[in-house]
């Protein structure tokens, strides 16, 4: 994709796990405990938990996310052989504390200073976002913080990214949305954002409606994508 500057950007709305949070520092932490295998178990944590929301989602069996977290927790557990009740408590404590990525505090700030409107759309529970948010030191910069719970779906269900024009007061064409997950990108796109996809791991592009306006490779590059 060939770089872009968004106009007319009133408001930046951020998808949290992978996108400002990095989801592979959970594991990392206990590699003391996983040794070689943190990284295994991370990415299919990880894809079970996405795979989870999914399933939930179009069998109508909602389950908030910290249920889904560690019920892919346990799954991913199992298939790598672990058997070990204080683990998956401290992984699942770990998660709490999850770590921002190194250039997300910066970022905020500039853009906040511009007088920019910033919002978290997450799939993560109020309390887990909450979590994650203070762990980081970076509350002060959001205008909302929005969990799927309020609409009792996960994405790529439009409802979830209809709460933020709503909540931001704001067009959803004044929005840049920022996301990690390729899916989460292109579906928010089909919704109506202006989109810019935050690819971090190189991923190839989605088969599916609404390509992004940009790309970008992590959060540092977003204030020079939004025209003053």
């Known amino acids: 994709?060939?770089?872009?500057?968004?106009?007319?950007?009133?408001?930046?709305?951020?998808?949290?796990?992978?996108?400002?949070?990095?989801?592979?520092?959970?594991?990392?932490?206990?590699?003391?405990?996983?040794?070689?295998?943190?990284?295994?178990?991370?990415?299919?944590?990880?894809?079970?938990?996405?795979?989870?929301?999914?399933?939930?989602?179009?069998?109508?069996?909602?389950a908030d996310f910290w249920q889904v977290t560690g019920d892919a927790l346990d799954f991913a557990m199992g298939t790598l052989g672990i058997q070990d009740d204080e683990l998956r408590a401290r992984l699942m404590d770990l998660y709490l504390r999850i770590a921002a990525y190194p250039e997300v505090p910066a970022m905020l700030a500039e853009l906040k200073a511009r007088?920019?409107?910033?919002?978290?759309?997450?799939?993560?529970?109020?309390?887990?976002?909450?979590?994650?948010?203070?762990?980081?030191?970076?509350a002060e910069y959001f205008d909302a913080v929005l969990s799927v719970e309020e609409v009792g779906v996960f994405k790529p269900h439009p409802g979830v990214y209809g709460m933020a024009p709503q909540r931001l007061g704001v067009s959803k064409e004044q929005i840049c949305f920022l996301s990690s997950n390729g899916w989460d990108a292109f579906a928010a796109k089909a919704f109506g954002f202006r989109v810019l996809w935050c690819n971090r791991f190189g991923q190839m592009p989605e088969r599916l409606p609404g390509t992004p306006d940009g790309e970008i490779t992590d959060l540092?590059?977003?204030?020079?994508?939004?025209?003053?």
């Open 115 to 138: 007088g920019i409107k910033l919002a978290i759309l997450s799939n993560g529970t109020p309390q887990m976002l909450a979590a994650a948010v203070a762990n980081s030191g970076i």
């Open 1 to 62: 994709m060939k770089p872009v500057a968004l106009t007319g950007i009133t408001a930046c709305v951020f998808d949290a796990y992978g996108t400002l949070f990095d989801v592979s520092s959970v594991a990392r932490g206990a590699q003391d405990a996983l040794g070689d295998r943190w990284q295994a178990l991370s990415d299919l944590w990880r894809t079970k938990q996405l795979q989870y929301t999914w399933l939930r989602g179009l069998g109508g069996h909602h």
């Open 220 to 228: 540092s590059m977003l204030p020079a994508r939004l025209a003053r």
